[in-house]
């Protein structure tokens, strides 16, 4: 992560202009709102600068599981130049949904874990963003008895909850005891 300080003044004289200009092209009925983050799951997702949408086609940027609304994020930043260890420094909102989904994932991910520690059969998430799956990996850590892994690659990249391996215990060398060696004959009858 860089160490420049993003907040909701330095960044808006950035983000408004091109996110006017795209709503207008796209003719989306939007509003938006650019402020400092607020968020009661730091441990999940912590962002420094949140962009809230508001208006009658919020609806588009939420259909398909918030596509719209996670592409209009990363394209943002991709065009300002965010590095890409700062993208999770800004985060793009609309109706609470990121909030929401955090929540979702936690249940889904405590609910994967606890029926891979009944079953002890691994259990695979759909493909999700590399946000949603640290979400995932992140609810693991607290879960006992199993472990995540992502899996895949590019957007089919997925979350796999398997059984903990069981903690190895050292044995102490058995001691020798009375060597007796074993031959065989093998003859040869004619």
């Known amino acids: 992560m860089s160490q ?7 960044l808006t004289p950035r983000i408004k202009p091109f996110l006017l200009q795209l709503i207008k092209n796209a003719g ?3 509003k938006f709102e650019i402020s400092n983050a607020f968020n009661p799951h730091p441990e999940f997702e912590n962002p420094e600068v ?9 609806d588009l940027l939420l259909a398909n599981r918030a596509e719209l609304l996670l592409a209009l994020e990363q394209l943002t930043m991709e065009v300002l130049g965010f590095p890409p260890e700062d993208h ?9 949904y990121r909030i929401l989904r ?9 609910a994967a874990a606890e029926k891979v520690r ?5 259990f695979t998430f759909s493909p999700m963003t590399s946000r949603e799956r640290r ?3 992140l609810a693991m850590r607290n879960e006992p008895g ?12 997925q979350v796999v909850i398997y059984p903990a391996e069981p903690a190895r215990q050292e044995q102490a060398p058995a001691a020798p005891g009375p060597v007796s060696p074993i031959y065989s004959r093998r003859t040869r009858r004619r």
């Open 4 to 10: 420049t300080k993003y907040t909701a003044e330095s």
């Open 28 to 30: 989306f009925q939007l």
């Open 50 to 58: 949140v962009v809230r949408f508001s208006g009658p086609d919020v």
């Open 88 to 96: 999770a420094r800004l985060c793009f909102d609309a109706n609470d």
């Open 102 to 110: 955090i929540e979702e994932l936690r249940l889904s991910a405590a």
């Open 118 to 122: 009944r079953t002890g059969v691994p």
């Open 135 to 137: 979400i995932i990996h």
């Open 146 to 157: 199993v472990r995540s892994e992502s899996s895949g690659t590019g957007s089919r990249r």
